[in-house]
């Protein structure tokens, strides 16, 4: 009985991903949590949906933002750059559920792309390496590239190995 709703509730949440992932008027904000509630899931196919969209949709306003700042912007202005925010957050969840697949070259090229186009990316979230606490709740100011260079270092070391 537990088996049939756990699985109704995967196929649920299958169901809206896919659907979000169709929707051209969902935010970037939406289709990041849910990019990374597919990770969690390991639906690796949702996780290249959601995160692709995410891009095409928002990809020219993020390197839009990307480009007018010569530094990464306080916490009072993160919503003047959600769309770089969301978007380098995508490339990051979708170098991850890459890395967990153990593709490990697709990676390494999306992890790249985080540190050559959007560098002052931040991860308004709990699900990245905090580096300080808003409150009761945890949030990595992304520097993403702290975190990306890591995965970097990692792929060549597993790249090496095989």
């Known amino acids: 009985m537990v088996v049939v709703v756990l699985n109704g509730l995967l196929a649920a949440s299958v169901v809206s991903s896919t659907a979000l992932a169709e929707d051209r008027n969902a935010t970037s904000r939406e289709l990041t949590m849910a990019a990374w509630e597919a990770l969690d899931q390991r639906n690796y196919q949702a996780v290249e949906q959601l995160t692709k969209k995410c891009i095409e949709l928002y990809g020219d ?6 480009a007018e700042l010569k ?9 003047t750059y959600q769309a770089l925010d969301d978007v380098g957050t995508c490339y990051f969840i979708l170098g ?8 490990y070259q697709e990676a390494k090229v999306v992890f790249e792309r985080i540190l050559d186009e959007f560098l002052f990316d931040q ?3 709990d699900r990245v390496d905090c580096d300080y606490h808003l409150g009761n709740q945890a949030a990595h100011i992304g520097r993403l590239a702290k975190k990306t260079k890591g995965r970097l270092n990692k792929i060549r070391v597993l790249l090496k190995s095989n």
């Not at 306003?61 to 990307?66: G, I, V, W």
């Not at 530094?71 to 919503?79: G, H, I, Y």
């Not at 991850?96 to 593709?103: G, L, V, Y």
Request: aromatic share 8%.
């Open 61 to 66: 306003e993020a390197r839009h933002q990307q």
């Open 71 to 79: 530094n990464f912007p306080v916490k009072a202005e993160s919503d």
């Open 96 to 103: 991850e559920a890459m890395m967990q697949q153990e593709r």
């Open 123 to 125: 991860c308004w979230a």
